[in-house]
């Protein structure tokens, strides 16, 4: 390594990127993957609950929920991820990553504890709603560190990775179900009605010892630097570098950079605007594409196997297990390929194979070729790839913008994409599920494949090869000063 230059008060000059890409895995990044990932499982735990609960909340002799009221509950959930990612997301670009994983996470936790203790529509979609504005300031915190704390070459597959393990809180939240809801345990029709409501403690519970592991996990190097304290990230590399020693064969690069606090309102609408506005249609388009291919369907799971294939609420987890399960197949198994054969081919080519699988299996579906074993292993095969789709989607939206207005880039295409196709969703479908008819359930699912299809060809068009590179040869930092 060449003599670390000699700092001026005009700028900085560091080389903290790329000793953080040149770090082997080791157990530090494995503590980071459990402490932050953990996101994901309790998003998925929530969306699964939300979805196996739906026929106790229906029969709640307490709730009584119509499939609409459901759909309305499901929907203020999205719209606090939606409104929690674009303030938390803004928080943690000004006040770092570590303080707000902290903040969005206990929300998170009393939140849905206050789920459980609901007593009426209102007071059960407030509390879903402050649920989700946890879970999206949860995202963009998240997100923003393990993109700045995993080195270049496991990028791809470690985020998609991490992604997920949604599916992983999905079958847990699943089998939970199972019990919870089960007559002979608690009793659905009983008076008590305490079956669906420990569900959603389940979340709670699980977020408290999520809170002691972060204690172990220290700020953003990367944010750290570009806010003129490079004292700081320099102890925190240095602390991560004792983990393993650096792999032979790496570069020494040299950033030269000058501190900024944040990035105004004007400035971050020419950067989205005009400066990487093909980069902005890429992550609106990939977004809001998988958030409706996914809130449409997995929001009203429960709906459909009830309603059109009388299966049981109480059951309704046995059918979520094995389509949990290639879900998190999906990215384990192609995962590596966004790391070899790249991103552009891999991101186009897996959203616009779920869309042509999910028109096929509609089709099937409409026709009444399916019966709830079959119609289960159709949504499977679909979300093997959509699985994939959607975790690129994340990874694109948080690799190919600059350091400085990271976290909320990913706020705002997160918002605006689940604003635009994963709020209406759940409303949508709930409503054509209502009418008893396959014909119009077949077409929300061939309006889903076509917007799956769409974002397919944008990102083909426009995506970024972003595979292997290092985030500030992805896209320039702001505080870039050569």
């Known amino acids: 390594m060449t003599e670390r230059p000699v700092e001026s008060a005009a700028d900085i000059r560091t080389d903290i990127p790329c000793r953080l890409d040149r770090q082997p895995w080791t157990r530090f990044h494995s503590l980071v993957v459990v402490a932050l990932g953990i996101t994901w499982i309790l998003d998925g735990l929530e969306v699964t609950l939300a979805g196996a609960v739906a026929g106790a909340l229906k029969e709640s002799p307490s709730l009584a929920f119509s499939n609409v009221e459901i759909g309305l509950a499901s929907s203020a959930y999205l719209a606090g991820a939606v409104l929690g990612a674009l303030y938390f997301g803004w928080l943690t670009d000004r006040l770092g990553r570590r303080k707000l994983f902290f903040i969005t996470l206990a929300l998170y936790a009393l939140a849905t504890a206050g789920t459980a203790l609901s007593w009426n529509l209102w007071s059960f979609a407030l509390f879903r709603f402050l649920t989700g504005a946890g879970i999206g300031g949860e995202y963009t915190a998240i997100n923003s560190t393990i993109q700045e704390l995993i080195p270049a070459r496991y990028r791809g597959w470690r985020d998609l990775t991490i992604t997920a393990t949604f599916w992983i809180g999905a079958a847990r939240g699943a089998a ?93 609408a020419d950067i989205l605007f005009r400066r990487h506005r093909r980069r902005a249609l890429v992550g609106l ?18 709906l459909v196997l009830t309603d059109f294939y009388a299966v049981p609420a109480g059951a309704v987890g046995w059918y979520i297990l094995p389509f949990a399960l290639g879900n998190v197949l999906g990215p384990l198994l192609l995962g590596r390929l966004f790391d070899t054969i790249g991103r552009r081919p891999m991101i186009a080519g897996t959203f616009m194979l779920s869309g042509l699988l999910l028109a096929v299996s509609g089709w099937l579906f409409q026709q009444g070729l399916l019966n ?47 604003g635009i196709g994963g709020v209406a969703a759940p409303l949508l479908f709930s409503a054509l599920i209502e009418t008893g008819s396959r014909n119009s359930v077949f077409a929300g699912y061939l309006l889903g494949a076509a917007i799956m299809l769409l974002a397919g060809i944008v990102q083909a068009i426009w995506g970024v090869a972003a595979e292997r590179r290092a985030l500030e040869d992805v896209a320039r930092p702001l505080s870039a000063a050569d």
């Open 285 to 302: 388009s990939l977004m809001a594409a998988q958030a409706f291919f996914y809130n449409a369907i997995f929001f009203t799971y429960a």
């Open 176 to 268: 939970g179900s199972l019990v919870l809801l089960d007559t002979g345990v608690f009793g659905v029709a009983s008076e008590s009605d305490w079956g669906w409501r420990i569900c959603f403690l389940i979340g709670a519970v699980l977020a408290l010892p999520i809170l002691l592991m972060r204690r172990w996990i220290p700020e953003s190097p990367r944010w750290l630097m570009t806010h003129g304290r490079i004292q700081d990230a320099e102890i925190v590399v240095a602390g991560i570098e004792r983990h393993g020693p650096a792999l032979s064969g790496q570069p020494s690069t040299w950033l030269r950079i000058r501190r900024r606090s944040h990035v105004d309102l004007r400035e971050l």
């Open 372 to 418: 709830s074993m079959t119609q289960t292993i159709a949504w499977t095969i679909v979300f093997f790839f959509a699985s994939a789709a959607a975790s690129s989607a994340y990874l694109t939206v948080s690799e190919t913008f600059p350091l400085e207005i990271r976290a909320l880039a990913i706020a705002i295409f997160y918002a605006i994409g689940t």
